[in-house]
C-alpha cells in the first residue's frame, strides 16, 4: 500500500512536468483560446444582426437623402458658375445695344436680375435697382435677346417685374414679316397666348413677334415670341400660342427702359 501511493505521487508528478514543459499544453490553450474567440464573436453577431440590418436601411436612406441634395447643390452651383461667367459679357452687350439708335428716346437704366421664389411661382423677376435708380412702375424691361417684361412693383433698392409670361400682362406686338398687329397675354408655364388674329395673316409656326413701338413703353421692333403652335379656330379667328425669346433662366443682366417723351 506505501509502494502503491508512491508510484501514486511519482506518477501525478510526471503528468504536471509533461503538461508544463511538452508542447500539447500550448496546442490545447491555443485550441481553447481560439474557441472561445470564434464562439463569442459568433454569438455577437447573432444577436446584433438585426440591429446591423435596420442600421444599414437608415445609412442607405440617409445616403440617398444625401446624394439629392448635393445633386441639387451641385445643379445650382453650375447656375451660379454659368452666370457668373457670362455677367461681363452680358453687361458688354447691353451697353451696345444701343449702337443702331432703338433706344434714343429712353433713358436705359442697366440692372442685375435675381432669380427668387417670384420667379418661379408668380412669373415675376426681381432685379437690384429700384428708387435709388429712379425706377417706377410701367418701365419696360428687356435684355440682349428681347422683352422680358414690366415693372410692377418698385422698392428703394430694387424692383419686381412682371415678367411677359405672367397671366395679368399683355402687350401689343405684330409680326416681323407682315407687320400684322395682334395683342399677346401671359399663359404661365414660360408660354404667351396670342388670340384674336386675322386668318388672312399667314402666320405659322417659327415666326417671330415683335414689339409695334406705338405705346411708348418699348422701342419698335423688339423680338417678344416666336410661334409654337398655331389653332385654326372657327369664330372668324386664329389663336397661336408662343413662347418667349428671352430665357428667363439664363438672365444676368437686364435694361429697364424710361421713355424720354
Not at 14 to 42: C, H, T, Y
Request: glycine share 4%; net charge positive; aromatic share 8%.
Amino acid at each position: 500500500m506505501h509502494k502503491f501511493k508512491i508510484w501514486l505521487i511519482l506518477f501525478s508528478i510526471s503528468l504536471i512536468l509533461v503538461d508544463k514543459f511538452s508542447p500539447i499544453s500550448r496546442i490545447r490553450d491555443n485550441i481553447a483560446v481560439f474557441l472561445g474567440k470564434n464562439v463569442s464573436l459568433l454569438l455577437y453577431r447573432v444577436q446584433s444582426y438585426p440591429q446591423l440590418v435596420i442600421l444599414k436601411v437608415q445609412q442607405q436612406q440617409e445616403l440617398a437623402t444625401q446624394n439629392v441634395k448635393l445633386k441639387k447643390q451641385v445643379e445650382e452651383y453650375s447656375l451660379l458658375l454659368k452666370q457668373s461667367k457670362n455677367q461681363i459679357q452680358d453687361a458688354k452687350l447691353l451697353s451696345d445695344l444701343n449702337q443702331k439708335g432703338i433706344y434714343d428716346d429712353f433713358s436705359p437704366i442697366v440692372a442685375k436680375a435675381v432669380l427668387d421664389v417670384n420667379f418661379f411661382v408668380n412669373n415675376q423677376l426681381l432685379i437690384d435697382q429700384g428708387e435709388n435708380k429712379e425706377i417706377k412702375v410701367g418701365y419696360s424691361v428687356l435684355n440682349k435677346d428681347g422683352v422680358v417684361g414690366q415693372v410692377s412693383a418698385v422698392n428703394p433698392n430694387n424692383a419686381q417685374v412682371r415678367l411677359i409670361t405672367n397671366p395679368d400682362y399683355k402687350i401689343y406686338v405684330e409680326h416681323s414679316v407682315s407687320k400684322s398687329k395682334m395683342l399677346a397675354q401671359g399663359g404661365g408655364n414660360n408660354t404667351i397666348i396670342v388670340k384674336y388674329i386675322d386668318k388672312n395673316d399667314k402666320i405659322k409656326v417659327g415666326d417671330i413677334l415683335e414689339t409695334t413701338g406705338l405705346d411708348d413703353t418699348y422701342p419698335a421692333q423688339i423680338p417678344v415670341a416666336k410661334v409654337i403652335k398655331v389653332f385654326y379656330e372657327n369664330n372668324g379667328f386664329n389663336s397661336a400660342i408662343c413662347q418667349p425669346i428671352v430665357d428667363f433662366r439664363q438672365l444676368q443682366y437686364v435694361l429697364v427702359l424710361k421713355s424720354d417723351n
